[in-house]
Every structure is written in C-alpha cells, then in structure tokens.
C-alpha cells in the first residue's frame, strides 16, 4: 500500500470545505489508481478507519471534510484519456474546455466547474445555470469506474443492478439533490451518493455538439409581477439557461457591471442555436410586452461578451462572501427548489426575512439562494433558525432543502425532516451492506443509528 502522507502542515490544506467547516485528520493517500484506492479502501475497512474523500473541497456542506481517520484525496487521478472518458481527479472546466476546443460540449456547469473534479460533479450530481435545459450531471454519465468501500473495482452503468438493497421513495417533483436517488442500477444510485458508495476514479461521459450560435440576454424589471411574467412565457421558448438577480444582488454587481439602472429585480438567459442566430426580435417582444427595461438590456452573440456576463454572475458568491470576512460571522445560505407554481410564494418569503439577505440563482429551476448576512452571533443564531423555517416552507410547497448542493454534514436533520423515518432506515441497510465498517464518508448524510 501507498505510505500516507501524517505532515500536519500538508494535512491542514485538505481539513476545510467552501462551507469553511474545519476537520481533523491523521492520514492522507494520494492514489495514482484505481488499484492503489482499492489497496487504500479494502486496508481500511479491515481497520475500520474512517475515510473521506476529497477532490478539490468546493462542496458547500462539509461532505470532504473529515471528522478524524483517513483522507483519500482523488487529486493524482488526473488524466483526460479521450472526448469521453477521463479521470475522476481531472478538472471539470479543464475537460470542458478539451472538448469544446473539438466542437463538444459536456453540459453541466456548476458554478464552481473552474475548481471542481469531475469525479466531484457526479459524485455529488452537480448542476448549474444550464441545468434548466440539459439537467444535472446524472444525464450525462453513462458508465464509471467504481471502487467499492471494501476494495472491489467495478466497472458500472445503467445495465449494472445495484449489489445493495435500494428503497422505494418517491423525490419531490423538483431540481432536488437529497438523498440516494431510487434507482434499481448502480451507476444511478452511485451519482449523487456524496462519497458515502464509492470512489469513481474514471468516468465515460456524454457530450453534445457545441452549439453554432448562444444569445445572452442581460434583462432587468421595473417590478415582480412584470419579471415572473416574463419568466413563465421564457421558460416555454428553451432557452438553456434563466438566472435570477434580486435588488441587493444589483447593488453588489454595480460596481463590475456599468449602467446597471434601478430595477426590482434582473434575469440573465441563454438560447442557443444550431444552424441560425436566435430570433432576437422575438425575444424582445416577450420583453416589451412584460415590461422590461428594454433600454438596458444587455445583448451578445460573442464567447467574450458573454463570459463578461458569467463573470458578474460568479462574483456574486465572492461578494457575499467579502460581505460576511467584514462581519466576521458565517453566511447561512438556502438550496431549496419548488414547483414552479409556489415560486411566488417563496420568492414572498425570501423578501420578508429579517435581516440583510442576498437572493440569486437558478429560477428557470425555481431553485434560489438565499444568503442571509448576519453581522453578529446573535444574528447568526437567528439566521439558523430562520433557514428552517423557510426550508419547513419549501417542503410545505412540495419542493426539497437541496437543489443542488447535497446534504454533506452540516443538512442531515433536513433531511431527516423531508424524507420518511422507514426511507432512512432503509438507506441505512445499503450503506451496512455496502460498506460494512462504515468507513466512507462517516457522518455524511445521515448517521449510524
């Protein structure tokens, strides 16, 4: 077996999250292969070690983030083989840049894609902007290279039955990212399992051609009424993206964004074409008729204009998180997704929160964040208890407390709360009989009884 790394000084760079959840641990491996993680695996099993994976820790609910034991970083694992098959460990906008430089596209686009694994993204079936079209990243996957919490490699897709008992549950019909998928194949139970089934050290992916033609629209709206109006009749037209800005997010893209008017609120889509330009008059008819800000809205048709324009979108995270480095607390964000007809409703909610609250995201989806800024820890305290309330409302409204991000560590008793008591019972059974010694991922998602 590989010697594991017990350097506190390099073991302190692999012990936080995005969520900045600190850990502990008192090995690292660094595997170069899906033998040297199975070798890795079936030796801590047999110690009944804790171990977590970690790839590049841009997850937001603490799941790479240890509590003691082993870390199992997938960083080395990091070889693009073809169009579509790569290594876990590989960068996903590197590859994503690989396969558009050849006139294919590999779809999801998590905010953080420029940071992220690939072995990451599915692990945790990572979304983003261009979900509302394409969907996560599930749709995407059509095999991996598994290797087991007991040190078997597998070679799994969706012919593949699930080894492990499976339970029948019924997801909300919604964006949602809770839980173990109800699937009866492995592959499909694997995505979005968040490092508690298996380690995918390769995957083989699905692309699309990159289309000839993306319009973006930079929209903003004198009022709600006008920009949900607006949104209803954007969501039938298909464009592959339709993003959300409220009037505190304005204010924090003022100073990146010139001419930014005074609006309720904005939306930002992209439609894409395949052998035209997108029909732009038609497009600003459905604004004109909604009441947009016809005067401002942005228009481009070039990868550098529009990359300007993710760019605003990108920095928001940023800004809240400088917003929060001068308070000196911890922001306290919301993932949750609704059918679209409680969009409304939830968008009610968000606005009467009180405290200072930045909402933005995906509302094609009707998935929103709400990141609430509190500036003490009083206001911290708060600001916990207001997150569930609103995420007892989302599920009230049929929707889920993860869209996107996952349950990690730190939404377990979300969870608990959405999902039936016999459902995480059952989920308990398949992780036993997947993982007898419960070493991987201990303590992500929901716990031993």
């Known amino acids: 077996m590989i010697t594991p790394i017990t350097d506190p000084a390099i073991l302190e760079g692999y012990l936080v999250d995005a969520s900045n959840r600190p850990g502990r641990a008192e090995l690292l491996f660094r595997p170069r292969s899906a033998e040297e993680v199975a070798e890795i695996l079936a030796w801590c099993q047999k110690e009944a070690m804790p171990v977590t994976v970690t790839a590049r820790r841009t997850s937001t609910t603490g799941a790479p983030v240890p509590d003691g034991g082993a870390l199992l970083s997938t960083e080395l694992l990091a070889t693009i083989h073809s169009l579509t098959e790569v290594d876990g460990g590989v960068l996903l906008g590197e590859y994503q840049s690989y396969t558009e430089a050849r006139g294919q596209l590999f779809p999801p686009d998590p905010t953080s894609r420029h940071e992220c694994s690939v072995g990451g993204a ?3 079936n990572a979304s983003g902007a ?167 809205t942005l228009v481009t048709t070039h990868d550098a204009d529009r990359a300007r324009l993710h760019a605003v979108r990108h920095a928001l995270p940023a800004a809240v998180n400088e917003i929060i480095a001068r308070n000196g607390t911890r922001k306290v964000g919301t993932d949750f997704a609704v059918p679209s007809a409680a ?25 929103l964040h709400l990141n609430l800024l509190p500036k003490t820890s009083a206001e911290l305290e708060r600001a ?66």
Not at 193 to 208: D, I, K, P, Q, W
Not at 346 to 352: G, K, T, V
Not at 417 to 435: H, I, N, Y
């Open 384 to 449: 916990r208890e207001l997150y569930g309330e609103l995420a007892r409302l989302a599920l009230s409204l049929g929707g889920t407390v993860s869209a996107e991000h996952g349950i990690g560590r730190l939404k377990k008793a979300h969870l608990a709360a959405m999902v039936p008591a016999e459902v995480l019972a059952g989920w308990r059974r398949l992780k036993l009989a997947a993982d007898p010694a419960w070493i991987l991922g201990r303590g992500v998602m929901f716990d031993q009884a």
């Open 130 to 296: 261009r979900s509302f079209l394409w969907g996560p990243t599930r749709g995407w996957v059509d095999a991996v290279e598994l290797v087991t919490p007991t040190g078997e490699i597998l070679k799994v897709d969706r012919t593949t039955p699930s080894p492990w008992p499976v339970p029948s549950w019924t997801e909300p019909a919604v964006k949602t990212a809770a839980g173990y998928f109800p699937a009866t194949n492995l592959l499909d139970l694997v995505i979005g399992s968040e490092g508690t089934l298996g380690v995918v050290t390769r995957a083989h992916l699905r692309l699309v051609p990159a289309p000839a033609y993306v319009l973006g629209l930079f929209t903003w709206f004198p009022t709600r009424a006008s920009m949900l109006g607006f949104l209803d009749e954007a969501r039938g037209a298909g464009p592959r993206c339709i993003e959300y800005f409220d009037r505190r997010s304005l204010d924090l893209v003022r100073d990146r964004m010139p001419g930014v008017p005074e609006a309720d609120s904005a939306l930002f889509l992209e439609i894409t074409h395949e052998d035209e330009e997108p029909p732009l008059e038609a497009w600003f008819d459905r604004l004109a008729h909604h009441g947009a800000l016809l005067d401002a």
């Open 343 to 367: 969009l409304p409703a939830m968008l009610d909610a968000y606005d009467q929160v009180p405290m200072e609250a930045v909402c933005f995201g995906h509302i094609g989806d009707s998935h």
């Open 122 to 124: 599915i692990i945790c």
